[in-house]
């Protein structure tokens, strides 16, 4: 029997019912959902007396579309993740993700992640159950979680479980691996960016298990000896630059057994980035003013996130198990800049005069959160969850800093700093009428407050699955989300510099309704259609008022925003074939997705920046033979909206001798832009060809290499990023000629990973 | 923006201006690939613009035209010589504004008044648009008093634009009980406005907040004027600080004798917007930079515009003439008459500002 492990079906626990495939297996094993979500498989294992699951294909029940009672829910197991080709060979969890139907990339490269018609922000990332705000690494060309320490990852679309909260659009649960009882065992692989290397183990066999995995990019120190030619030759001219850019993520989970206590798991994350940019010009004596100077200029960047988490898991009866989490998460974005300008005669002391300045700009979430989460199983049919989550949330969304001597810059220390209270009750029962109806009903109530300002919110969450036969099913869901923090871009790429926001008297939390309904079919488990049409509204969407950006103006940060409504809808098609040498899917989605802002675009409605109409997904995998194994994704979808000022009008007349104008030709443009409405230029349709070979050798002391070649963007089709309005020196008829040029970042770009498993 | 100081801001800005972290993050794809973009064929259609700033002693005049697609940027654009204009004072109609061709404008017997209600209608191929705008109240300077600063032989090393500072002090009371919104402008002798260092002025602190004021170019404009709100000194009597800097080799040096012209404007509040955006902002702003290479959202000019494009704003402006002599070893500025003169001979200010004593040299 030949089976694959490309698809997400291959798990070895799961949410939900299990179903087992293998002859051994009893056909319908039932585990409570959260025994095993976060990772925690031995519990459950020990109480229900099941088979040693070992690497016995399971299928479980959670991917059969059919019968659960899921919508817009797909599961990513590394395997899956890793045979997505990427960037730099990279493996990348949010570019997996970007691959579904009803979600779009955003800009290319990046880790932009708009589901059904969202933004970027309304994301709820998960490790192990506990929220981080960052998940890209470099402006977002690479996600900031290391695959290597992933075990297992469910993604929402819609029809979200009451337990999860505070993000509109999606929710991304990423469960991390726990070592091994018994053996240790570790990867390293080294690419062309970055290397990392994670070990895990027993610490105490049986009963304590460590898994460490590291990551770090070395762009940094391959950048060195370059820069050390470059700055010989320019120290001639007086001139030294320096730049740098590294990442750094790091996981950690250590498990621990207490055998009827349960268990004991501590979770870490840390991801971070830092650019860095320096340089130095100096002129020597000079021969007729004998003074000599130095420039000294100097930039860092530095973003991240920090996550600490304990959380004790213990079956409190045979039927019911509790989850007690605690947690610390913080996330930070902080920009510097500073120069130096120092000169002076050098023999006369009093001539030297230094002039600087230093700017900090930034922003920072520090949450503490305390969860308790149950799971009763009354019945194998019916399985209720309920807990009670409490985040204390440290916001400073405004950091200004600055001083020098220099009369542009004044001293300034401004930093907002606040707290925020969330609390949120929920709870959710999932049952089974009979042979062909079954459902989910949850309620999740969520109160923030801020600033002496309280906002309680009810989020009613429902799905029904009717069952026709075990090969096929039609499903409807509705649910509403409530969103208390977000993420506001003044720019079009994911930027370390756009702020986490929260919400407070002047702006309402964002809402969004969605409703969804689907016809799914499978054939054997091993072909599966689902057809899902969805519609969403959402509410107290923020954006920046028109020349209000974040870097642009001293004025308070809540001064800035705006707040309006979005909708969205869309039909989303996935057909996936699970086993074979040949395994994949492919998605379509069609989407329509518009905002409407009071003080945007005059009050009209205008379509969101990421309004792809149609995207067209293709992910194959094909095993040739034991040794190698071929993979390829190919995206085609309806290119990004832009805003250009395609038109322009006249300065005012002098329709009065004294009003202000600017001297003739003073102006890089003559006339002054025109926007008709928002988003109003459709890039050209964006497509894409990646792909990717790896050739396993397996040792004989069971170790495992793996060196993987990845082409990205295989046909080199240049994808617009940005679009650059480009004002010529060329006139034609005394009147200025002007371009709008598209400018492409990613050609294609070869890579090669080796990997080694011990 | 006089040449020199633009020419130095830009010097700044390449170096090591927010471009320079933003280039180098991305310094390998931007060269990359670069295309024209494929507009397309079918040109949007265009909208009628309205453009007229109305003040007190002055005929309404409105300037219609129609916006011109990009592409077809040097077509001449033809006058909008057909329209119907129609203005309306505190809800009274006037009659129809008349085609002066020599002025390309619409013209009005009408002269506004301090508090006049405008409102302007224009109709024009089955288009129409319109604008209203109430003309602020006048304004008046209280006092006006100039003084020199020297910032020391080596500030033009610095990343200021000049080592002295000829600072003009001018002092309004703001009108109580409501929002109003200025203007400031110098002009030089030849009525052609001059570069004003705005960075001593908090009414234009912001422009140097956050990311802005990493250099002078990208904090504010200013070269030939700036806007400003009475947001922090609303009801209250309020010196406005602002200076001409130029390059001096030291205390002894002097300043070119010239006239300046201080001219303060009360604007109407979507002007103001309009003027801020042109004036302040500037063409180096980061703002409009991050616009131009794609990288943020371009904002629309400020219009009141209904169905259209353009600005009604409405103004009342006072103005201050001195002919400053020259800087002296007091730190002070020195006025007099712009008379012939021989060498070493000095006048004292008889003009329309302060008396400075003036020591013979």
Redesign the interface.
């Known amino acids: 029997m030949h089976f694959r492990l490309f698809p997400s079906l291959c798990i070895l626990s799961a949410a939900g019912s299990v179903g087992a495939a293998h002859a051994n297996l009893s056909p319908q094993h039932t585990l409570p959902a959260d025994t095993v979500q976060r990772g925690d498989t031995l519990v459950a294992n020990e109480r229900e007396k099941t088979v040693k699951l070992g690497s016995a294909l399971v299928v479980g029940a959670r991917q059969n579309k059919v019968l659960n009672n899921a919508m817009g829910l797909n599961f990513l197991r590394p395997e899956q993740i890793r045979s997505i080709p990427t960037i730099m060979g990279e493996a990348d969890l949010i570019k997996a993700l970007q691959m579904q139907p009803g979600v779009s990339g955003g800009v290319e490269g990046t880790a932009g992640m708009y589901v059904r018609g969202g933004n970027n922000d309304q994301n709820l990332f998960l490790i192990d159950g506990n929220p981080i705000y960052q998940m890209n690494h ?2 977002g060309l690479f996600s900031a979680y290391n695959v290597e320490t992933v075990r297992d990852v469910a993604f929402y679309k819609t029809a979200f479980p009451a337990r999860y909260g505070g993000r509109l659009s999606s929710v991304v649960d990423v469960t991390t691996q726990s070592g091994d009882m018994e053996h240790y065992r570790g990867v390293f692989s080294i690419g062309l960016t970055s290397a990392n290397f994670t070990i895990g183990g027993p610490i105490w066999k049986n009963r304590t298990s460590f898994q460490v995995g590291v990551r770090r990019s070395w762009l940094d120190l391959l950048a060195m000896p370059v820069l050390a030619i470059v700055n010989a030759d320019n120290a001639r001219n007086g001139e030294k630059y320096n ?1 740098g ?1 590294s990442f750094t993520d790091f996981n950690l989970n250590v498990l621990h057994r207490m055998g009827r206590w349960g268990t004991l798991n501590l979770i870490g994350y840390a991801g971070q980035d830092r ?1 860095r ?1 320096d ?1 130095e ?1 100096w002129l020597p004596q000079d021969e007729n003013t004998e ?1 000599n ?1 130095k ?1 000294v ?1 100097r ?1 860092r ?1 530095r973003w991240g996130n920090v996550l600490g988490a304990l959380k004790w898991q213990m079956p409190v009866r045979e039927n019911l198990l509790h989850s007690l989490t605690a947690s610390y998460t913080n996330y930070v974005a902080n ?1 510097s ?1 500073g ?1 130096e ?1 120092i ?2 005669i050098p023999s006369i002391p009093e ?1 030297y ?1 230094n ?1 600087y ?1 230093n ?1 900090q ?1 930034g922003n920072a979430i520090s949450d503490y959160s305390l969860r308790s989460q149950w799971t009763w199983t009354p019945a194998s049919q019916y399985t209720v969850r309920f807990g009670a989550e409490g985040i204390l949330h440290d916001f400073t969304p405004e950091l ?1 800093k ?1 001083d020098g001597n ?5 001293n ?1 220390n401004s930093e907002t700093q606040f707290w925020g209270q969330e609390f949120a009750l929920y709870a959710d029962g999932e049952w089974q009428w009979n042979e062909h109806l079954r459902g989910n009903v949850g309620l999740r109530w969520s109160d923030f407050n801020t600033k002496g300002q309280n906002y309680g919110r009810f989020e009613p969450r429902v799905s029904v699955n009717y069952v026709f036969s075990p090969s096929w099913s039609v499903k409807a869901g509705y649910a509403r989300m409530v969103q208390f923090v977000q993420q506001v871009a ?4 994911s930027l370390p510099s756009d702020y986490w926001l929260p919400v407070t008297d002047r702006h309402a939390p964002l809402t969004s309704d969605q409703w969804s309904v689907g016809g799914y079919y499978t054939w054997r488990n091993r072909w599966n259609v689902s057809l899902e049409a969805w519609h969403k509204t959402m509410d107290g969407l923020l954006e920046y008022r ?2 209000f ?7 308070s940060w809540n001064d800035k925003l705006t707040s309006g409504r979005g909708t969205a809808t869309g039909i989303d098609l996935l057909i996936e074939k699970n086993f074979g040498s040949l395994a994949g899917f492919v998605g379509y989605g069609l989407m329509w997705t518009n905002r409407k802002f009071a003080e945007l675009n005059r009050g009209e409605d205008f379509p969101a920046k990421y309004d792809n109409r149609h995207k067209f997904n293709v992910a194959m995998s094909w095993r040739a033979n034991r040794r190698v194994e071929l993979n390829a994704s190919w995206t085609w979808m309806t290119g990004n909206l ?12 002098r ?9 003739p030709g ?4 003559d ?6 409405q ?1 988003n ?2 459709r890039l050209p349709a964006f497509h894409r060809l990646d792909l990717g070979i790896n050739f396993y050798r397996f040792h004989k002391k069971g170790g495992q290499s793996i060196w993987n070649i990845s082409i990205y963007n295989a046909y080199s089709h ?1 994808n ?6 480009d004002v010529r020196d060329e ?3 005394g ?13 294609i770009i070869p890579s090669v990973t080796y990997t080694y498993r011990f | ?1 006089t040449r020199i100081y633009k020419k130095q801001a830009l010097r700044l800005r390449q ?2 201006g ?1 471009w ?2 933003l280039l ?3 310094a390998w ?2 060269s ?6 494929e ?1 397309q064929k079918d040109a ?1 259609h ?2 009628l ?1 309205l ?5 007190p002693g ?1 005929p ?4 219609v ?6 592409p077809n ?4 654009r033809p006058a909008v010589n057909k329209a119907n204009v129609i203005l309306t004072v505190n809800g009274e109609q006037q009659p129809p504004l008349v085609w002066n061709v020599d002025e ?2 619409y013209v009005s017997a009408y002269e506004p008044k301090s508090g006049d209600r405008i409102a302007v209608n224009i109709a024009e191929g089955g288009d129409s648009a319109s604008a209203e705008v109430t003309v602020p109240q006048v304004v008046p300077i209280d006092t006006m008093t100039l003084s020199y600063i020297y910032y ?4 033009d ?4 634009t000049g080592n002295s500072e000829c600072r003009f002090n001018i002092t309004f009371r703001d009108r109580a009980g409501e929002k109003n919104y200025y ?1 400031l ?1 110098v002009l030089d002798e030849k009525e ?2 001059i570069a004003l260092n705005l ?2 002025e908090d009414v234009f ?12 170019a990208s ?1 504010i404009d200013g ?3 700036a806007a400003f709100s009475d947001e922090l000194f609303d009801g209250k009597e309020y010196t406005l600080r602002v200076g001409e800097l130029f390059y001096s080799e030291g205390r002894t040096s002097r300043w070119e004798p010239n006239w300046r012209t201080v ?1 303060l ?1 009360a604007v109407s509040e979507d002007y103001y917007k ?2 801020h ?3 302040n ?1 500037g ?1 180096l ?3 409009e930079n ?12 400020a219009s009141n515009v209904k169905g259209g ?3 009604l ?1 409405a ?1 009342q ?1 006072v103005s201050k003439k001195v002919y400053i002599v020259s800087n002296n070893k007091n730190n002070t500025l020195e006025f007099g008459q712009p008379a012939p003169r021989r060498p070493n001979e000095w006048w004292n200010n008889n003009g329309e500002s302060t008396v400075y004593a003036h020591p013979k040299q």
């Open positions: 470099l402006g730049f850019y650019i940019v340089s010009n003074r100077s420039s200029l930039m960047i920009s800049f120069a300008d000169t002076g001539t005069s002039f300045f700017k700009v200004s600055s220099n009369n542009i810059v004044k300034v003044s720019s079009y790429i028109e020349g950006g974040q870097l642009m103006s001293a004025r832009i805003t250009l000022a395609l038109q322009n009008y006249d300065y005012t007349p329709t009065h001798s004294d009003v202000p104008a600017y001297p003073s102006r890089d443009e006339q002054l832009a025109f926007i008709e928002r109003n230029y240049m617009p990023m940005v679009v650059q309005r006139r034609r008829n009147r200025q000629m002007m371009h709008f040029r598209s400018i492409s970042l990613l050609p | 923006m170096s090591f927010l320079s972290c180098l993050m991305a794809g931007w990359s690939c670069t295309e024209d973009l507009l949007p265009p909208v613009v453009n007229s700033v109305v003040a002055a309404v005049k409105v300037g035209q129609r916006t011109v697609y990009i940027n040097d077509i001449p390309g404008l020391g032989r080596f500030k090393l610095s990343m200021s203007f402008r052609r406005p960075t001593d602190r912001d422009a140097f907040a956050g990311l802005n004021g990493i250099d002078e904090a070269s030939a004027g001219q404007y309009y003027l955006r042109i004036f902002d063409d702003s980061i703002s991050l616009a131009k290479v794609g990288l943020a959202e371009p904002v629309s000019f494009a353009g600005i704003g103004f402006m």
